[in-house]
């Protein structure tokens, strides 16, 4: 685990957020670089196939492009992005050695049938790195919405700390919101 500065206000993460129309082959990724006092500093774009297997790829991709050294945690809206495009967390830890922290905003009882259903002959490879994300952790933010996150590299106490020195209102984390606006945009 990565000793966070929780404290320091020029705390940054990158957020990364996608967004994809029905019958788009690519999905765009828009990554922002924000700090603890909601400054934007960087942003990066990056795409991943729908119903693929390149996110974390992508994601990795996106943060070597930045080349930074300041970053001190990766946020990311979601870990089954693009259609069943399965971000593995662990691999973009493994690689940065930053935190990573993924987050949901709807409860669910996981998504095998779907997978089934989506991917009748290759449904176990993705069912697989599915359920190697593990366990989900409900945290409630300081605004009173809930969140659903997967960390990787740090706790899940220090994982709500940064939600909610990141949320500004609502249920969705400033720099993720920012990052959707622009995956949205181009």
Request: with cysteine; glycine share 8%.
């Amino acid at each position: 685990m990565n000793l966070l500065h929780l404290e320091k206000k020029g705390l940054r993460g990158l957020s990364i957020s996608e967004s994809f129309k029905q019958g788009d082959v690519k999905s765009k990724l828009a990554g922002v670089v924000m700090r603890r006092d909601f400054v934007i500093d960087g942003f990066v774009f990056g795409t991943c196939t729908v119903e693929g297997d390149d996110a974390t790829k992508s994601i990795l991709e996106m943060y070597e492009k930045l080349e930074r050294s300041d970053i001190n945690f990766i946020l990311i809206s979601g870990l089954i992005i693009a259609m069943y495009n399965v971000v593995d967390v662990s691999q973009i830890y493994k690689k940065t050695r930053l935190p990573v922290i993924g987050v949901t905003y709807e409860k669910s009882s996981g998504i095998q049938d779907a997978i089934r259903h989506h991917f009748p002959n290759s449904s176990q490879s993705k069912i697989a790195q599915y359920e190697k994300l593990g366990q989900r952790h409900t945290i409630t933010l300081h605004s009173g919405y809930d969140l659903h996150i997967r960390t990787e590299g740090c706790t899940v106490k220090d994982a709500k700390t940064i939600l909610d020195n990141f949320t500004l209102q609502g249920a969705i984390p400033e720099p993720l919101r920012v990052a959707h606006l622009l995956a949205k945009s181009v």
